[in-house]
């Protein structure tokens, strides 16, 4: 597959190279970095070339601002000198992020943002991202050539996919009204969490009272900062003051099936209503009214038992 490479179009290839590009034997009046320059550019038109290279995509994952773990998966079963070795690692932007050309590490083609923030374990054959940020999110590939006395030629390659995540603040539930809730009003709430990656699935209400749980899904509103990358989440929740009954209301932060899920810690209601003081103003109020009334009665019939006994008494003298 190598030999059946060509040079690109104007290029001039010695009688005596093999290749696309000249055996270092064949080429003494080449520079050091005239030598890696080459060697660059010959990377970059194999893997232009080369697409039908098998390359297994392994999935890595990292904490924001800790190490990522990078590995090249060559088992180097030939046990190839490193001094016969050439390592790239490239991003899938392009972007050149760690160079070992022939044992040495190189920082001539380095993007700048990589510089100082990667070492390569050439036992391991794994390459350290430092401090790792958001945007190193990505796809990332290992090419190894090999150049020991004969052409120049791919012996290796393999992609890493990273992935980041920045742990969310436990979710935090506020009132959206001054004072305590009162019976026949609303609940207005909000539940938030900040400073996570990747941005969660949804928001669930959990509203649990004698046994019983109710789920509410609302909208759930996702800032993201544009400098960090950071995702800060807030969802509100109208619901009426419930009362008469313990109420614990909580939010549930759905990350993700791989990342979990973060509850808040419980609100808890406890209002009893107010129709029972009415009740007693009204039962005691009629009962006095009665009680007024059959003395006023009473009296009304004594005095008029009086009256009449009196009657009959001036009666019985008069005869």
């Known amino acids: 597959m190598q030999a059946a ?61 800790h190490t990522a773990y990078l590995s090249c998966y060559f088992p180097n079963s030939q046990k190839n000198d490193i001094k016969n070795i050439i390592v790239f ?63 120049k030629k791919i012996i290796h390659e393999s992609e890493c996919l990273l992935h980041i995540t920045a742990n969310y603040s436990q979710p935090v539930i506020a009132q959206l009204h001054s004072g305590e809730p009162k019976p026949n009003e609303n609940l207005n709430l909000s539940c938030s969490s900040s400073g996570g990656y990747p941005e969660p699935k949804q928001m669930i209400w959990l509203i649990s009272s004698e046994n019983i749980t109710d789920r509410l899904i609302r909208h759930m509103d996702v800032l993201q900062d544009a400098v960090t990358k950071l995702y800060n989440v807030t969802s509100k929740l109208n619901i009426p003051v419930p009362t008469n009954t313990l109420t614990n209301i909580s939010c549930l932060l759905h990350l993700g099936e791989q990342q979990g899920s973060l509850i808040s810690v419980p609100l808890v209601i406890e209002i009893q209503a107010e129709e029972i003081e009415p009740v007693k103003v009204n039962f005691f109020g009629p009962l006095i009214a009665v009680i007024l009334l059959i003395t006023l009665l009473l009296g009304f019939l004594i005095l008029k038992n009086r009256n009449i006994s009196s009657t009959n008494q001036s009666v019985s003298l008069a005869v």
Request: net charge neutral; glycine share 6%.
């Open 5 to 65: 490479l060509q040079p690109p179009s104007g290029r001039q290839q010695p009688g005596n190279s093999v290749g696309p590009l000249r055996l270092l034997s064949s080429a003494p009046k080449l520079t050091h970095k005239e030598s890696i320059m080459e060697v660059y550019i010959f990377f970059l038109f194999a893997i232009t070339l080369l697409p039908g290279i098998a390359a297994n995509v392994h999935h890595v994952k990292s904490f924001l601002d």
């Open 89 to 151: 690692w490239q991003k899938d932007t392009g972007e050149v992020v760690h160079e070992v050309f022939l044992g040495q590490e190189i920082h001539d083609h380095l993007s700048p943002k990589y510089i100082n923030r990667t070492k390569m374990d050439m036992d391991k054959w794994t390459l350290q991202l430092l401090n790792v940020r958001i945007v190193d999110e990505g796809q990332y590939k290992c090419i190894i050539m090999h150049m020991d006395k004969g052409p």
